[in-house]
């Protein structure tokens, strides 16, 4: 679901160097947010199974590295909890359906990544992912690849993009090729058009690294 | 000793008769363990269904395992582990820890979700109700749901398959973690095992109780994880061993005792050994005449009857202590015989009526020891005395003997003594506070307490159905079967509505009638229509129009499927679950007689009142176990209690045909009856509920009781004969004692009431003969 094709087709803002892991782990320690910490959030899924990308936008509730809140406000309400392995989601008007994180790999990554991010913790960012670091201060890139063969088998990477301390974006790419991009905090205020295609979106992402 | 030539060459044949019985029992004799072979033939289809419940029903078949000690992920994937080892093995059928996900399902299963689902029921697969699924799969799409969905969207756009899983789950799901099962803290990872055998066969149960023995001592090797498992097959197990156990320490305790004081007796290792040779004829015999008649003899019957034709072991004691300075071994043989035989005839023809019983258990164990004491008695009249060394000492010589005998002539004999003790033990029975009789067949190998709290723990958190309470369908056939359950499942969901249950669990839960099943198939679109109505309704969708390829093809397939079947379903691993549900019975071929029983378990069952009023009201059996258990038992009882009072009948009729005046039979007949009253009244005022072990035991003491006071009748006024008769039973009540004494100081019960009132019975009939049978002083007349 939030998968980000984009981070395999687009190239990396050109010119910015790759930086060495020491100063990778510089910004990640800067990336440290207290929990709990909520951050509102557009999320764009591509599938190979739909004409146009589906858009929903709502803000996302950390209190804690195996606690996930995805509050979805537009265009309908919807509410997903995960805690610890199991996972909730709930929509008006529907039966809730449970399920375990291990059935959704994109999800549990996702959750992994912001968790080590929010913690500002680059060890447990590195025990789950291989981590490639790009660009500047001004605009980086991370590219984060599962360590873990299985969970590489459905999630191929996530990339996040961002400012300073800020993350903007976050794309994941599943292996099958369906992607999402999750665009965060002020990168969720621009409204996105209905017919976004991923390349837009990516340089959407990119260009907050400009510069 | 020396033996002469003829005698020789009866030791050789007697040698050889033995080793060809002994070749005779290991070809033939099947030892089985099947505890229902002590219960009474069941009566009404209940019983029966009852019978098969406590054996081999659902509920018994299934252990629980827990595991725990490390994180819960590890614990999960030892969970995984163990599924995938104990799965692979002969000893269980289905091992599943929760993980159900949307590949566990067969190929072959996942076109019939049409016909399993109750979709159809409701609305027809049109373009409206397309819509509005499709508009639901696009937010799935857009959640976190989304990526495990969207390979299945393009199959399946209603999630059809997900509604059937949902059915199939249990309805009480216990807690899931990392997608296994876990308790409610989460510390604990569990598993349900059903294995292949029944519980009451503790032979099979042995080899997957061991296999999980060896998984747990692996997990906590390699991972650090505490296995602990739980079930009635692990308990009869476990409970087989201790038996097993304490009965051989005893017996080997026993034997050893019972070597010293013949050698202490006798003094001669010679006659110890000889005198072992009608109690070996006998228990080899015995097996011979049960497995020739029975084919299998179960474990019990072995056990008891070795104990109660332990009593043979007196037959050659009263010969050694009848050694006479002036005649021959053969002659004294001959001399006791009419006492000896008379003896040992009223104890079988007690014993026949346990053929009549009606318990499988009870009539082996009466050939067992009938064919064991005949054989004890005839070998030691016609065997033995032609064996025995005719030197000897003669215990009518023993001066210390003499001075007992003399001793008790002068004992009083209080008559008032009897009065009150009949009256004490009949207060006893009356004013105990314990039910006079133990009508809960688990009292009879009891599993400890702990485990078994444990085991309703670990129950409880898996939402496992409950024991009790059952309701019974009787059908026709299968599809009658599965249509009355689709008919009470409302009412049924009402129930767990208000609370009375938490859940149930039916055959039709899994397997809509064929009826249900051609409905919804006839309410399938034909292809063309189906594409028209997708078509318009992905139009304001985000979904593309060209991708629902599969789905037409898995819907057409829906329309020419075959009706699912229980057979079909046999094989899959929801097979097991279905076929505890559903029994077919009868034979194939002859339909008229085929019938089909279809249970109702119930999980929580909270309100007991509820649930019957729910029974009467829909026409179907609320079978409550334990009740049906204790009835079958009562009626045992009542059949048991017949046999016992026709036994006493007959063993009195063989003593008056025996001894002709009735004086004798009462001095004989006295100390027995006085004795079993004697030791029910002290049970009684001890707190024990009796059982059918106990009964067993009354008869055995019995035996003894009569013994006793036939040897001490046929004692004349010949002081040197009294003193050999008062050696012998000196000899026999002590060691019968110590056997006894022992097996009552065992932890099991059915070892405790065996030893505990067959000890009471000797002192008691020892007492009781040395006062009431013993002829009169010639002082005071006859």
Not at chain 2, 696 to 703: D, H, M, S
């Amino acid at each position: 679901m939030l998968a980000l094709l984009g981070a395999l087709i687009a190239p990396l803002t050109a010119g910015s160097a790759a930086l060495n892991d020491q100063e990778a782990d510089a910004l990640i320690g800067r990336l440290a947010k207290p929990a709990p910490a909520t951050i509102s959030f557009t999320e764009v899924r591509f599938s190979k199974l739909l004409r146009a990308p589906l858009i929903v936008s709502g803000d996302l509730g950390y209190s804690g590295p195996e606690s996930l809140d995805r509050r979805v406000t537009a265009p309908y309400r919807e509410q997903t909890s995960i805690r610890g392995e199991s996972v909730k989601v709930e929509r008006e008007g529907d039966k809730p359906r449970s399920f375990a994180l291990k059935h959704a790999p994109e999800l549990r990554g996702l959750l992994s990544g912001f968790s080590a991010m929010l913690a500002g913790d680059p060890v447990a960012l590195r025990k789950a992912f291989n981590v490639e670091m790009a660009g500047n201060d001004d605009g980086w890139t991370l590219k984060l690849t599962p360590t873990d063969t299985k969970a590489r088998r459905r999630l191929q990477q996530i990339e996040v993009n961002g400012r300073h301390s800020e993350p903007r974006c976050f794309s994941m790419t599943t292996a099958d090729g369906a992607s999402s991009v999750l665009l965060l905090g002020a990168a969720s205020a621009e409204p996105v058009a209905p017919d976004v295609t991923l390349i837009a979106l990516q340089r959407r992402c990119g260009s907050g690294q400009g510069s | 000793m020396k033996l002469t030539r003829s005698a020789l060459l009866l030791l050789f044949l007697w040698l050889v008769l033995l080793a060809g019985l002994t070749w005779f029992v290991q070809r033939q004799l099947q030892v089985g363990t099947d505890l229902r072979l002590f219960l009474p033939s069941p009566t009404t289809p209940e019983q029966r269904l009852l019978l098969e419940e406590i054996g081999e029903g659902p509920a018994s078949r299934v252990m629980v395992i827990s595991l725990e000690g490390v994180a819960p992920e590890q614990l999960a994937d030892a969970s995984r582990t163990l599924v995938e080892n104990l799965q692979s093995s002969p000893n269980f059928r289905l091992v599943t820890n929760g993980d159900i996900s949307l590949d566990s399902v067969p190929d072959e299963l996942l076109a019939y979700r049409y016909l399993l689902s109750p979709t159809l029921d409701e609305r027809p697969l049109d373009q409206k109700y397309l819509h509005s699924q499709l508009q639901e799969r696009a937010r799935d799409l857009a959640s976190p749901a989304g990526a495990f969905l969207e390979p299945w969207l393009p199959r399946d756009p209603t999630l059809e398959l997900l509604k059937v899983l949902q059915r199939w789950q249990p309805m009480q799901e216990p807690n899931r973690l990392f997608d296994v099962w876990f308790d409610r803290e989460g510390k604990r990872a569990l598993l349900l095992a059903q294995t292949r055998a029944a519980a009451f066969d503790p032979d099979q149960q042995r080899l997957a109780v061991e296999q999980l023995n060896a998984e747990a001592e692996r997990l906590r090797r390699d991972e650090g994880v505490t296995l602990t498992f739980s079930g009635a097959g692990k308990f009869s197990v476990m409970m087989e061993e201790r038996t097993r156990g304490e009965a051989t320490a005893l017996g080997t305790a026993a034997t050893v005792g019972m070597i010293i004081l013949l050698l202490v007796a006798y003094r001669r290792i010679g006659s110890v050994v000889l005198s072992a040779l009608p109690l070996a004829s006998a228990g080899l015999a015995g097996l011979a005449a049960v497995s020739a008649l029975f084919g299998t003899v179960h474990g019990i019957t072995l056990a008891f009857g070795f104990t109660l034709i332990g009593v043979a072991q007196d037959y050659p004691i009263h010969l050694l202590s009848h050694r006479h300075a002036t005649r021959s071994p053969v002659e004294a043989a001959r001399e006791l015989w009419p006492t000896l035989a008379t003896g040992v005839a009223s104890t079988c023809i007690a014993y026949v009526t346990f053929l009549f019983s009606g318990v499988i258990g009870l009539a082996q164990l009466a050939c067992f020891t009938v064919a064991g004491l005949a054989v004890a008695g005839l070998t030691t009249r016609f065997a033995l005395p032609v064996l025995m060394d005719p030197e000897g000492r003669d215990f009518g010589d023993s001066a210390w003997l003499g001075k007992v005998w003399q001793g008790m002539q002068r004992l009083p004999r209080p008559r008032w003594a009897g009065v009150v003790a009949i009256a004490l033990s009949v207060a006893a029975m009356v004013f105990a506070p314990q039910p006079m009789w133990e009508s809960d067949l688990s009292k009879l190998t009891p599993v400890p307490k702990e485990l078994l709290i444990q085991d309703q723990e670990l129950r409880s958190e898996l939402g496992t159905p409950d024991v009790r309470y059952l309701l019974v369908i009787t059908a026709a056939d299968t599809e009658y079967a599965l249509q009355k359950l689709e008919a009470l499942d409302a009412p049924l969901q009402k129930l767990v509505a208000d609370g009375a249950i938490s859940g149930y669990d039916h055959a039709a839960r899994y397997v809509p009638t064929a009826e249900k099943q051609r409905q919804r198939q006839a309410r399938l679109p034909e292809p063309a229509t189906l594409r028209a109505d997708v078509d318009a309704a992905v139009k304001d969708t985000p979904f593309r129009p060209d991708v629902f390829e599969p789905f037409f093809a898995d819907v057409e397939k829906a329309r020419r499927l075959r009706l699912l079947t229980v057979d079909q379903l046999r094989d899959s691993p929801l097979g097991v679950s279905v076929e505890m549900l559903l029994t077919r019975h009868g034979d194939e071929d002859d339909k008229a007689a085929a019938r089909t029983t279809a249970l109702v378990t119930f999980s929580g069952v909270q309100d007991v009142a509820a649930l019957e009023r729910f029974a009467a009201g829909s026409g179907v059996t609320l079978l409550d176990t334990k009740n049906a258990s204790e009835t079958l038992v009562t009626h045992q009882r009542i059949k048991i209690l017949w046999s016992l009072a026709v036994a006493a009948v007959l063993l009195a009729g063989v003593v008056m045909f025996a001894l002709r005046r009735a004086s004798r039979v009462y001095r004989v007949l006295a100390p027995m009856a006085l004795t079993t009253l004697l030791i029910i009244g002290i049970l009684q005022a001890a707190g024990v509920s009796m059982t059918l072990f106990h009964l067993i035991a009354l008869i055995l003491a019995a035996g003894l009781g009569l013994d006793y006071a036939l040897f001490f009748e046929h004692a004349a006024d010949d002081p040197m004969e009294q003193r050999r008769t008062l050696h012998a039973l000196l000899v026999c009540s002590a060691s019968t004692l110590m056997v006894f004494s022992l097996l009552a100081l065992s932890s099991l019960p059915v070892l405790r009431a065996l030893g505990l009132t067959v000890s009471i019975g000797v002192v008691s009939n020892f007492v009781l003969a040395l006062l009431l049978t013993r002829p009169t002083p010639p002082a005071h007349g006859t």
